[in-house]
């Protein structure tokens, strides 16, 4: 049984709004950190938003301040991206992870926290 599986992707208009499922399997959602990444063809991977539950709070990259929403449903066990307001810069795979074992609040955004990923959903975003 896959530990993160994403869903919500598709193909949108400039504008639209898409939501981004991870369900996560009980133990991996009980980490302290959880994030969304993408990665677009030819471009580095990069974080979207993060969750640290030890200060809960949450955190965005610049790019999408104001646009995107990161939240949990404890009850589910699921890890969400809400984006509005998507612009064609959005089209990636987005990928949701999870550390593990211990992380830290000031590098919520390195992937190299992470060490549980699902196996994306891809995010279109035309004009």
């Known amino acids: 049984q896959a530990e993160l599986v994403e869903s919500g992707g598709g193909s949108v208009q400039a504008g639209g709004s898409l939501k981004l499922s991870c369900a996560a399997s009980p133990y991996i959602y009980r980490s302290n950190c959880m994030a969304w990444f993408r990665q677009a063809p030819g471009k580095e991977r990069e974080a979207v938003a993060a969750?640290?539950?030890?200060?809960?709070?949450?955190y965005y990259t610049d790019s999408v301040k104001g646009r995107f929403s990161i939240s949990q449903d404890h009850a589910s066990g699921t890890l969400y991206l809400q984006m509005d307001n998507l612009k064609p810069e959005d089209t990636a795979m987005y990928y949701c992870?999870?550390?593990?074992?211990?992380?830290?609040?000031?590098?919520?955004?390195?992937?190299?926290?992470?060490?549980?990923w699902g196996q994306g959903t891809q995010v279109t975003v035309s004009q």
């Open positions: 992870a999870a550390a593990e074992y211990e992380c830290y609040a000031h590098s919520v955004f390195k992937d190299t926290e992470y060490n549980r």
């Open positions: 969750i640290y539950r030890g200060l809960g709070e949450t």
